[in-house]
Every structure is written in C-alpha cells, then in structure tokens.
C-alpha cells in the first residue's frame, strides 16, 4: 500500500511541470563520500531502526564500529552554509531536517547529539580522501558535476 | 492484505549476514574507496574482557592551585563551569581538612565508579547502570531526568543538565534534561587510548597525582601500585568497592 502511494506520487511528480515538481519533492543535499552499499531506499526506510538498535551497541557494550552511528551520518552528510562551515539542525537545509521536514518528522537526537561534526571527524569517515576539510570540498564539487 | 514488514525482514537478513559472516572483508567499491562500516573490521566487544577500569590519585602530588584535571575534563566533555550551584559535577576540585590537626589536602573528586552504585539502585528506567568493565553510566538515551540518582551518589558525582546545550563534543553527546557524570572517557577507553583526558593532564603538568589502569590485571602499573602502597577509598565505611582510589589524604 505505502510503495503503492509513493509510486503514485512519484508518477504525479514526473507528470506535472518541472517547476511544481521541484516543490512536491524534497531536495536532500547530496552528501559526502560513498553511497550506502544496501542503497538509498533501504536508508530512507530503515535509518530509524538501525539508529536506535545500534545506539545501544555503543552505549551499553563499548562497540564504536557500527552502521549506525549519528557522529558519522553528520560528518558524511554535513551541508556547508554561506561562511562555509556546517550547517546545524536549526537549519532547514541541514539534510537530515530537509527530509524531515518533508515527511513532518522532528527528531530530538540534536538536543545532545552535535548536529554536525568536528574538524577530527572527517578523517574517522572518509579516511581515504585524506581527512581534510579541502580535500572533502574538493571531491563534493567532484561528485555534484 | 499483507502489509510487507520490510523494516524488520531487511534488518534481520542483515544483522544475520554480519554476525554468520563476520568475515566479510570491507568492501571495495572504487581503487582507494572503501568503506568504513560494512563488514570488515569484526564488530567484537568493545568492552576488554574481564577489566575493572580504576584510578589511582595521590593527593600529595596534588597541589592546591592546580586544576589541570578539571580543565581537562571540561575540554574533552564540552561543559562550562559557571560559579553556579547547578553547575555540571563531571570532576571537581575539593579541599579536606582534618578538624584537629588542620592539615589539609587538596584532591580531585568524580564518579567513582562504584561496584555497588547507589545510583544503578534508585534508577527507574535502568538508565543509569554500570558497564560490564565496571564504568558507571548514565544512559541518557534512557534517562528521563527524575535525578533519584544525584541524591543516592554520596560523592555528588552527578548533575542535571538544566539548560539547551549546543555546539557539544561530537564524541561526547549531552543536554538539557538529564543527568551527567564522569564517563571515564568510555570513547577514549574503546578506542583503546589506555588513558582519561584528566590523567593525560595531570601527567602533562609534572604531578604525576593520578594514574588509569586495570585494577584486575596483576601486571598494570595501577594494580602493582595498589598492592605496594596504601591507599584508600572515600567513604570506605559504605563498602561500595570504589573504583577511584587515593594516597596521602
């Protein structure tokens, strides 16, 4: 039923004109580094689960490798703002709030949790592109042309 | 209709591939581009078997204006004092005094990281507990902030956070609503560090007051310090079997 009503507005997205299509999807900021290896789809249904399942794997028994990690997905996913450093949730274009104002979701993660990283934490995601800040604005320009 | 239970099937099908094959390697997706999360790495424990994380603190080699420790921990964790009784208690700098002699002594105080937690006892959630190498924890995901836990501690080791909080620590979630504490650096302790942000300070400083280790291995520094030399624990007479322990006071 749910597939069933998404494919029915993906049709109605791509029917009508590109100007009212633009405001009838999300506009997700591309993120940084390489895709989900179980793919975008999955992601968006099943990022919940694997947040509050894995939080607990850290939290409880110490394991700090996990898929689902909230320091990582706003290092991968950071967006910059007009002074060039990332945006915070109190931001719409933030991309985790971009969807989630979309399919009216609020998340309370990001009273403690930072909402976007610290300079240390680009290395601990993307450690073959070198870690650094202009290495990763580089290879996003790479990736959105 | 069969409402599809995608969520659950796909999660499971998962978890079952990573547990069954621990032995996927990280997977390749380009030359140099791996990623860091699927598979690979073994998805061990990150707690060392059999630990009993403790510290050691000699209040003869604490001097009185020194307070490296405390902004140490303020740094690491992201807090602020703010000369306001509500200020977070993660580790603080306390003076005793010895009524009839004067003598008085200058030591560092924070959780302590009990055997036996009062504060694991008073909690209604489970949210306060204690990790199986013996670190006390608020889970705050859990804790709902009622602060049974900050009454039951004896050392005054935690505190309420009563203001929105931003711009924290990546590695060291906190806000407003619920209760904190010394963590013993537990991010520093799973990557493997072998230290605290308030030890590597005080080592920095040339005091050398405080040491980390594994009370339960015979062969750490800490241990054979705690069978060569006295020491004690605060409020030895609630028989909590205290993980701090001190020298000289």
Known sequence: M???????????????????????????????????????????????????????????????????????CVACHAVDGPDAAPL???????????????????????????SRPEEGDWAAVLPSLGGTPESLRAYLERISQ | MIIPTKEKGADISRRDLLKKGGAMATVTLASGVT?????????????????????????????????????????????????????????????????SSGRENSLPVMCQHCDEPPCVDVCPTGASFKREDGIVLVNKHTCIGCRYCMMACPFKARSFVHEPVTDQRTHSPRGNGTVEGCNMCVHKIDRGDGTTACVEACQATGNNAMMFGDLNDPESDIAIAVSTYASVELRADLGLGLGVRYQNI
């Open chain 2, 35 to 99: 990623l860091m999360s699927f598979g690979g790495k073994a998805r061990a424990d990150g707690l060392k078997p059999g630990a009993r994380w403790g510290l050691l603190i000699d209040a003869g080699k604490c001097p009185e204006d020194c307070s490296a420790c405390v902004s140490a921990c303020s740094k690491e964790h992201g807090w602020e004092n703010n000369g306001l009784n509500t200020d977070p208690q993660w580790i603080r700098k306390v003076t005793l005094r010895e009524k």
């Open chain 1, 88 to 114: 915070t949730a109190a931001s719409p274009e933030h991309a985790c709030v971009a969807c989630h104002e979309y399919v009216a979701v609020k998340i309370d993660c990001f009273q403690c949790h930072n």
């Open chain 1, 2 to 72: 749910k597939t069933l009503l998404v494919s029915v507005l993906m049709m109605a997205a791509l029917l009508v004109s590109p100007v009212f299509a633009e405001g009838l999807l999300p506009n997700i900021p591309a993120a940084l580094g390489e895709p989900h290896p179980e793919g975008n789809e999955f992601w968006r249904i099943n990022h919940p689960s694997i947040l509050s399942h894995d939080r607990d794997l850290t939290v409880q028994n110490g394991i700090r490798e996990i898929d689902g990690s909230l320091k990582t």
